[in-house]
Each structure stands twice: as structure tokens, then as C-alpha cells.
């Protein structure tokens, strides 16, 4: 008897053509094929060509469907109405509302630019949105770096040329042991899941070190439960133990850092502490086979790690010397950390096992021939595979800056940096702080800046000072009080034009940054500053401008909205001029474009500023004879130049579109894009692969690739000269001084080898009530508030418990269901908890920005996420409690400005269940119509 099988469709058609492009539901840059059926999106996978996830995809990305469909997209451009606050808007024409911020900013740029202040949030824009400022003439310019991770950035940029993420990845198919520190499911997002999978799959080892046991902690091999602040403490000893047992490779810190040079030993001479250099500024060091001083990068010079050098009576010893005086100091020996770290001697002595084991007993050899920059040819490619990867959760604190150099500092002695199995950088970095532009700050009304806002300071004469010594930025980034902000300080721009401190400014315009919630410390302060009058009854903050996608909450606090588009209408580039989306084996960038068209009157944030400014007359933006010059961000992405033959993006340049990196204007650019699924890739030839900074071939290739003009070879800065030359203003050398109640700070803080101290925070609190550390945390499913509006996501995070470590349940006697009113020095808030065994005993923490205000997103007024859901922001405050000398610090890194988000203490008492979360914020009435019951999204039949 025939058998007959049915016929089944395990594969039905779900599209009738693919889009690729880059996803935007988180900052990773993920490459996607947007499936579309009549006309719309249908599903959205990931693209298997792609260098960023090869075809994996998260929760976030497929569901990036509903963002596009979300209620809560702003229509059209809106002009307020009510009182700021109130979400009372009226719709307007794009012609009008160019008519009234031009109605704004031209009197400004024509007599006072530094009065428009102009920050972005998680824009992937900045060469471009920074172009807008520097022409507008402004220096109050920055991104969202000063509240996010800056410290991680400039302390890798300061030390090594990169860090992690954007800049730097561990070699994922040689390392044997990888250790996060600080790291929760946010950042570098399918990148790292990729790479966990393959360590894991050799059985190689992971470790985690973070406070709470979730996500990438949760599934590696040993996890270190650390107390808040006092990962530098752990780096430290981990140093202290490696440098005692001898495990640190001494070939390596000779040849490629700072290890050999030679500083000034002399406490009584004026240059106590500086390299000494030649007459071309280059560091000297003894060379080994002359036993004479030498500059670094001679040709075939061997440095001496150990030689001394006396010159008029003063004494130079190496930097290595200065890290073992440091180092080997019992302070810093596990006994005397594992009280404050929480981590016992036994258990710090195990990592530091496992680290040296793992870097000295397998290294891994690579049979690549290199030559390096002073002339020598190495056989073969040897390394360490040690490989560490890090980012907000060591950075938002205090001390972290320190910590995160404590962290690249503790790579480089194993020689584990651009070796192999160790941590790799992505072209076009590394790139050292010489290599960045110093900040600028020089307003001419009427005029552009005189240069690029944001940089890298080497000493006291790089900040950004007017001639009476008061900050030049609104922020007071680059200032005494914070002399190394590279990023700017978007976190103080509304508390200080609020306080008219370092002066009044006119217009504050802001991109995706939701300001009046979840991105600012003092959530309700915020809001108050924002809606506050002067004596005139006049708005304190004259103007405000804001462009969003959605309705955020900050849309309720501003004067004008200039509706943005979603990530699926727009063009983008994710540009090698910003942080592209290369991998350590390949420089690569890459475009968003429409792959759908807006149904609303919308349109790309980019397309707007080129408008804008035309209509201003902004040089950058007008042509010769005063036309536009780039008619939306298209043409812009196309046509820009920035140096010859470099622009916005490095594939296919060329008339005939045979150009990589360099080249001229290809008018076919983008198409070419497209056609390749939305990016552009170069491999790093074989013998450039690795020692990238001292590697004569990856030198020769960036320079031909548009990189840098000309090669720049540099070694690893362990010591780092420009924060000494603050410390000898604050010691009294020098013109430009220090105002008196900053100078012990600076002496202490701005040590050029990493140091260690408590969270600034715990010096001015009641440390004995407010005995808990509290911390936030983004899950995998979200991305800041970008997610929990998502009709899908929310599903997964629809509410946030705050999480209690099992010994403080058990003390406070919780049971499930319970509430609790958690206090801070600044405010207090009422949440429910729930019990979590894999944490720090000494720690709750929250999912972040799950919360939200009724009313805002289109979300309706008894949505979990504002009965249930809440926001820890309500207790921080961007100034410390004020100490005996009457005087409120900054709550912020001493050196950088980062927001000190992970300071945080609290105490924890039981609480009667309220109706809702607290503090309670009244309903702001929405600008879009709230949305539908369901939701249902099905595209075709
Ligand atoms: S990791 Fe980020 S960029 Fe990648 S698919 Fe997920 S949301 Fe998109």
C-alpha cells in the first residue's frame, strides 16, 4: 500500500523583497534584511553578511516592527501652546517651526553664539551634529558621552589609544580566559553574546565581576559578587599580585609602553614628575646596548627597563620603577582590599592565578612575520590570551576614571593588548590622545568656532578657560573642576543654565535625549528647571528646542518639537569619522536608508539642521552664493568633504566608485551601499594584524586607508604625563592656577598612575544610615526608554521590582509581594521588591528606565510602567550634599566630569503598599493619541 506524505510549506514566502540595513533598537549597529509584504515591514531578521552580528539577531531588533508602528510617533512638527509642562502643543507647518528657531538663533549667532546650547543623546551623528555647532559658533556643544561612559573612552584613549566596544575587542578566536567587569546586557550587545558563545564552545573560560549575577554573568563560568566603587581596588590588587609573582611580561612593557621612559625623580625641581625629553619633545629612555639616553622610537633602540639616568644633580628613574614603589606596597596586597571590595584574599588570589596561568603557561603564537617601528623584524605574532572587556558599571562612579585606567593598565602589563588572544583594536583606532584634537571654545559672533569642541587636553593651557579664568562651556567641561571631560558634561548643561552659572544662556536645543526623566539625575529638579520662571515671569531657560521620534517625556518641556523620523525612514551613516562598525580584522562602515517612506510629516533630525542651517547662513551649510548646500542628509552623507578625499563614508569613493577609504565624491555612493547591504568592508592585511600602534605595515595601510595623513607609531602610556602637569599647577608651578579649594583635589585625583579612592559620594553622606549601595542595570530586552514603549518588549519588562540581596531581605523581614521606601541623602522613593540570592550582599539595584511618566509615549495613565514601574534617578542628585564648608560638589569624576550614577547609597525600610509607585508625577496630557487597545501587527495574509 502507497504511503503519501502531505505536502507542507516549511519554508512560506513572508516577503515580496528584502531591505537591508543597519538596526537602531540599541547602539550595536547590527546589520538587518527588512522583509516587506505590500508595501510594509513584515519581518526583520539579521544579516548573515554582516561583520557586526553575521546574521544574529536580538529580542530588540526583530522587534524593531512596533517601534515603527509605535503610537507614540510624533506626527508632526508641534508648537507649544500651554504653559511648558502642560504638553499643550498645536500643530504647525516644517516652514513655521523653521521660522521661529531661526527667529531664536539668528540674533545669537549675530552677537552672542555660546548663548544657543545645543546637546545630543545617543545620536551616531556627532561629526555631523557637531559640524552644525562649531559652524553655528557655539562652544556648548556635546553628546551624551559626559553621563555615559566616558571614563571608559578617555582612560583608554589617555593610556592605550581605545577601549572597549567601538574601539577594541577581545580576540574572540584565541583568547582562553575573558573577564567582564562591570558589564550588564546593554553595550556591544550581539557582539558579545557571539563572542561568550565561542570562548564557552572551546571550553575556555569566562569570569564576571559585577555586584548583581544577571545576563553575561549569569552564564559565565565564576562570578565575583564586588561591592559598588571598589573595582579599582580589586584592578590594584590583581597588579599587586602579578607584579610580586613576576608575571608580567617585561619584553613587551620595554618594546611597546611607557615602561622604560624616564621621569624626574626630584621632589624639590619644577619638573618633579615630567618625562625627559629631547629637543623634539620626544621621552628619552636608556638604550640597552649603548647605555646612553635615546629617544623612544630610535631606529633600533633596545630600552632599558631598569637603568637610571642622573642629569644636573637630578635623578630619572623609569616609569616601571615609580609602578613598583606603587604597587608592591601592602595596601594594596588582597588582605588589605578584601574588606572593602567584598572578595576574599583567597579568592582575589585565585583570579590572579588564573590570569597569570592563562597568559604565561599558553600563549599563543601566530606564524606572521612584522616589522616594528623602529626598524625590527619579529618571526611570528606572540600572545597572551587574557582578554577583559568592561564599560558603565566600573565607569559612572566617582573614581572612574582611575579605575578604568587601573583596568587597561592591568591588560598592558600582561602584554595582552594587540596580541594575540588578548584584547584588539578596531580600525580607525587606536589612536592616541595625540593623534585627537584639542577641545576649543574661542566665540566670534558671527563666526564659526575655531575649532572642534570636544577633544583631548595635555595640560592646564588646553582648558577651556575665558580670559577671567571662568569656564568657556555652559557645562564647564575642561575646567579645573573637571579638567579631562573629552566628552563634555551634557548631565550639568540644565542646572547650570538654570543657575545662570558660568553664565545665562538663550536657547537650549536638544536631540534624543529625554532629559526630563530617565537621562537626568534629580528627575523632578529637572522638571522644575525647566518650567521655572525669572522675576519678569519670563521662562528661566528663555527657549527650548527639541527633536525626538516619540513622545518622550521631555516633549512636554519644550517650546518647539521638530518630529524626527524612525530608524527604517531615514538615512544615516555610522561613519569612521564617529565610531564605525569595524572589526579588529576590518575596517568597515555603514548606512541606514528608507527602507520604508514616513506616513507622517516627519523628517530626519540631519535633514532638518542642513536646513536650519541654510536658513541661518552657516558656512558650512550654504553655498558661495548663499543657497543650500546639501538639500537633506543624503546629499550630505554623498557630497561632504572633510579633509581631501576623506568624508562621511570610506566605501566606493571615486567618480567611478573604485575608491576605498580615500578618494573623490562618488554620486552613486549610497546605491553602491545598498547593493551591498548596507555597508562597506576592507580586511587588515595578514601582516598588520595585530601590534597595530608599533606596527610599521598597519601604519603604512591607515595612512593609505584615510585614517591619519601621515604614520603614527606611539607606545602605551602606563604613566601618563599630562595629568602630572596638573598636578604641578595645583602644586604651584606655572601661569594658569587653580582656584585654591580645587588644588588638594587635583594633587590627589589626578595621579599619573592609576590610584585608588572611595566613591566621593561616601564623604559626603551619613555612610552609617545610608549603609546600601544602589545601582541600575539595562536587560537585554531594552535599550534605555527605547524599548519599554515597544508593544513587544514591554511584554518582557513591563514593570521593575527593586531587587534585594537575600541578607537584607531576611533582615528587614520582606515577604513576596512587599513594598519597601527607599531613601537617599536627596529624595525618596516607594517601589515593590523582590528577593535575589547571586548579589553583593550590600546592593539592590533596578532594571533601568522601565519606568514612566503617565501620559508620555502614548502609553495610557495606569500602564505597569507608571503604577509599577519606577525610576531609582529620583534619588541622585547632579550635586553632592553640601559638607562643612557650605560648598555642593559636583556628583561627578573629579578628572572627566562622568556622572557618578553608581555612588548611589540608600537605606531600605518595609513600606504599606501604595496605590502606585512614588513619588507620584501628574499625568501630562499627550501630544499623539494614546494608543489602541491591541496592537496587532500582521502584514499579507
Ligand atoms: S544588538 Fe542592538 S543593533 Fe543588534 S539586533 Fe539587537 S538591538 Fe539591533
Known amino acids: 500500500m502507497g504511503h503519501h506524505q502531505p505536502s507542507i510549506d516549511t519554508s512560506p514566502k513572508v516577503s515580496d523583497e528584502i531591505r537591508k540595513t543597519t538596526c537602531y533598537m540599541c547602539a550595536c549597529r547590527c546589520g538587518i534584511n527588512v522583509h516587506m509584504k505590500d508595501g510594509k515591514v513584515a519581518y526583520i531578521e539579521g544579516n548573515r553578511d554582516h561583520p557586526v552580528n553575521k546574521g544574529v539577531l536580538c529580542a530588540k531588533g526583530s522587534a524593531g516592527i512596533m517601534q515603527v508602528n509605535a503610537p507614540s510617533r510624533l506626527r508632526k512638527p508641534l508648537k507649544r501652546v500651554g504653559p511648558r509642562g502642560s ?239 606603587r604597587y608592591l606596597d601592602p595596601q594594596y596586597a588582597p588582605e588589605a582590599v578584601a574588606g572593602r571590595t567584598g572578595i576574599s584574599a583567597d579568592r582575589i588570589r585565585q583570579l590572579a592565578g588564573e590570569i597569570a596561568k592563562t597568559a604565561f603557561e599558553s600563549p599563543i603564537v601566530v606564524d606572521q612575520p612584522w616589522t616594528d617601528f623602529r626598524g625590527k623584524t619579529h618571526p611570528n605574532m606572540v600572545g597572551r590570551p587574557v582578554s577583559f572587556h568592561a564599560m558603565r558599571g566600573i565607569s559612572a562612579h566617582s573614581n572612574g576614571f582611575q579605575t578604568c585606567r587601573a583596568l587597561h593598565v592591568l591588560q598592558i602589563i600582561l602584554g595582552a593588548v594587540e596580541t594575540p588572544g588578548g584584547m584588539r583594536f578596531k580600525p580607525p583606532y587606536p589612536k592616541p590622545a595625540t593623534a585627537h584634537p584639542k577641545p576649543h571654545c574661542k566665540v566670534t559672533p558671527g563666526a564659526p568656532l575655531d575649532g572642534p569642541h570636544l577633544g583631548f587636553v595635555h595640560g592646564p593651557d588646553d582648558l577651556c578657560l575665558r580670559e577671567d579664568g571662568s569656564p568657556a562651556r555652559i557645562d564647564k567641561a575642561f575646567t579645573w573642576e573637571n579638567p579631562m571631560s573629552s566628552h563634555g558634561m551634557m548631565h550639568m548643561v540644565i542646572s547650570n543654565a538654570h543657575a545662570g552659572d558660568p553664565y545665562k544662556i538663550d536657547t537650549l536645543f536638544l536631540y534624543m535625549a529625554n532629559m526630563s526623566w530617565n537621562s537626568s539625575m534629580n528627575t523632578s529638579g529637572t522638571m522644575k528647571m525647566l518650567t521655572d520662571k525669572d522675576e519678569n515671569g519670563d521662562y528661566v531657560i528663555p527657549h527650548i528646542i527639541y527633536s525626538d521620534a516619540y513622545s518622550s517625556e521631555m516633549v512636554a518641556y519644550a517650546d518647539l518639537i521638530l518630529p524626527d523620523t524612525t530608524y527604517l525612514e531615514r538615512h544615516d551613516c555610522i561613519s569612521l569619522l564617529d565610531r564605525p562598525i569595524c572589526e579588529a580584522d576590518a575596517v568597515a562602515d555603514a548606512i541606514r536608508w528608507p527602507v520604508i517612506e514616513p506616513d507622517r510629516d516627519v523628517k530626519g533630525f540631519q535633514s532638518a539642521l542642513c536646513d536650519l542651517g541654510a536658513r541661518l547662513g552657516l558656512p558650512a551649510f550654504t553655498n558661495e ?114 582656584p585654591e579649594h580645587l588644588r588638594d583635589q587635583i594633587k590627589e585625583r589626578l595621579d599619573p598612575l592609576p590610584i585608588w579612592y572611595a566613591p566621593v559620594e561616601d564623604s559626603h553622606v551619613d555612610t552609617d544610615t545610608f549603609t546600601i549601595h544602589a545601582l541600575t542595570q539595562r536587560p537585554m530586552a531594552m535599550y534605555h526608554s527605547w524599548g519599554s514603549q515597544n508593544a513587544w518588549l514591554r511584554q518582557i519588562h513591563g514593570r521593575n521590582p527593586l531587587y534585594v540581596p537575600s541578607k537584607i531581605w531576611k533582615e528587614h523581614g520582606f515577604t513576596e509581594g512587599d513594598w519597601a521606601r527607599v531613601s537617599s541623602a536627596h529624595g525618596e522613593i516607594t517601589v515593590p521588591v523582590m528577593e535575589m540570592a547571586a548579589l553583593n550582599d550590600n546592593t539592590v539595584w533596578t532594571w533601568n528606565a522601565i519606568g514612566k511618566r503617565k501620559g508620555a509615549w502614548a502609553l495610557k495613565g495606569d500602564t505597569p510602567e507608571a503604577t509599577k514601574g519606577f525610576l531609582l534617578n529620583h534619588l541622585i542628585h547632579e550635586l553632592l550634599p553640601s559638607r562643612k564648608d557650605g560648598m555642593r560638589w559636583s556628583n561627578s569624576d573629579p578628572i572627566t566630569g562622568q556622572a557618578a550614577w553608581f555612588d548611589l547609597r540608600v537605606k531600605i525600610e518595609k513600606a504599606v503598599a501604595p496605590e502606585a509607585t512614588k513619588p507620584h508625577h501628574p499625568e501630562i496630557p499627550s501630544p499623539v493619541p494614546s494608543a489602541p487597545d491591541s496592537l496587532d501587527w500582521k502584514v499579507g495574509k
Not at 549667532?109 to 557637531?130: C, H, I, N, V, Y
Open 87 to 325: 504638553g499643550q502643543f498645536e500643530e504647525i507647518s516644517w516652514d513655521e517651526a523653521y521660522d521661529i528657531a531661526e527667529g531664536w538663533l539668528r540674533p545669537l549667532r549675530e552677537t552672542a553664539p555660546e548663548k544657543l546650547a545645543f546637546f545630543t543623546g545617543r545620536d551616531q551623528s556627532q561629526s555631523f551634529t557637531s559640524l552644525f555647532a562649531q559652524s553655528f559658533g557655539t562652544p556648548n556643544y556635546a553628546a551624551h558621552g559626559g553621563f555615559c561612559s566616558v571614563n571608559m573612552a578617555a582612560a583608554g584613549i589617555y593610556t592605550m589609544g581605545g577601549a572597549f566596544w567601538e574601539f577594541g575587542q577581545p580576540d574572540w578566536d584565541h583568547t582562553k580566559l575573558f573577564v567582564l567587569f562591570g558589564v550588564a546586557e546593554d553595550h556591544d550587545s550581539n557582539p558579545i553574546k557571539m563572542g561568550i558563545g565561542k570562548v564557552k564552545g572551546r571550553g575556555d573560560k569566562v569570569i564576571g565581576v559585577n555586584p548583581i549575577r544577571t545576563g553575561y554573568n549569569a552564564v559565565a563560568d565564576d562570578w565575583y559578587g564586588i561591592t559598588p566603587g571598589t573595582d579599582g581596588l580589586l584592578i590594584l590588587s590583581l597588579i599587586h599580585c602579578l607584579m610580586s609573582a613576576g608575571k608580567i611580561d617585561l619584553d613587551y612593557l620595554a618594546q611597546f609602553t611607557n615602561a622604560p621612559c624616564l621621569v624626574n625623580a626630584d621632589e624639590s625641581s619644577p619638573e618633579y614628575g615630567l618625562l625627559i625629553k629631547d629637543a623634539d619633545g620626544r621621552p628619552q629612555v636608556i638604550d640597552a646596548r649603548t647605555g646612553a639616553l635615546a629617544p623612544w622610537d630610535g631606529e633600533g633602540v633596545e630600552p632599558d627597563l631598569s637603568a637610571t639616568y642622573e642629569r644636573d644633580g637630578i635623578t630619572h628613574l623609569p616609569v616601571l620603577h615609580h609602578m613598583a614603589e
Open 625 to 738: 552664493d548663499g543657497s543650500q548646500k546639501y538639500a537633506d542628509y543624503a546629499d550630505y552623507i554623498t557630497n561632504h568633504i572633510r579633509r581631501p578625499g576623506v568624508g562621511p563614508l570610506a566605501g566606493w569613493r571615486g567618480a567611478a566608485g573604485d575608491s576605498d577609504g580615500r578618494g573623490d565624491v562618488n554620486p552613486n555612493q549610497l546605491d553602491r551601499y545598498i547593493e551591498n547591504g548596507g555597508f562597506w568592508m576592507e580586511h587588515v592585511p595578514d601582516n598588520a594584524a595585530y601590534y597595530k600602534p608599533f606596527n610599521r605595515a598597519y601604519q603604512d595601510w591607515a595612512v593609505e586607508m584615510g585614517f591619519y595623513d601621515s604614520v603614527k607609531p606611539y607606545i602605551f602610556q602606563l604613566y601618563v604625563e599630562p595629568m602630572r602637569r596638573f598636578q604641578l599647577a595645583a602644586e604651584g608651578h606655572g601661569e594658569r592656577q587653580p
